[in-house]
């Protein structure tokens, strides 16, 4: 029988831009490809028949949603400015998730390749509210890989 693998729990994501860490996310969704599926009508020579094959079309690469409380950190704002300037050659660039255990060890990381930041909407506020202030970024990018 083979040993039995536990999923991983993550307690807290980083996001690192060129190496350097930007800060810590609470969520991130949306880390994946997808490859589009193309129906081809095949008649069979002998039969007759009509069969659909399924064929791999073109690749996609899925956006990546990240959420975190506001801090002080201007960091993505001004990332995210870059590209509202049109200065997206500039923008894009390599970086990394990571996912951290409660003891900050580094359990997870996915590399992607010509990130930039598509989106990036700020906290809904609410003074009657406890709930804290969230802004979230949406990342696109040219190639995610998995590496640990």
């Not at 589009?36 to 659909?52: A, D, L, M, R």
């Not at 997870?108 to 906290?123: D, I, L, M, Q, T």
Request: with cysteine.
């Amino acid at each position: 029988m083979a040993d039995r693998e536990d999923p991983l729990v993550a307690f807290k994501f980083g996001l690192e831009i060129e190496g350097k860490l930007s800060g810590f996310f609470t969520q991130v969704s949306g880390i994946g490809s997808e490859t589009e599926v193309i129906q081809q009508k095949v008649v069979n020579s002998e039969s007759g028949e009509t069969i659909i094959r399924q064929i791999p079309g073109r690749l996609t690469w899925t956006p990546v949603s990240l959420k975190r409380g506001v801090t002080s950190s201007m960091d993505i704002w001004q990332w995210r400015q870059q590209v509202v300037e049109g200065k997206i050659d500039d923008a894009r660039t390599n970086c990394s998730i990571v996912a951290y255990s409660q003891d900050n060890t580094e359990i997870a990381r996915w590399n992607f390749e010509n990130a930039w930041p598509s989106k990036v909407v700020g906290p809904e506020m609410d003074a009657g509210s406890t709930n804290y202030m969230l802004e979230d970024v949406t990342i696109v990018h040219e190639g995610v890989e998995r590496i640990s």
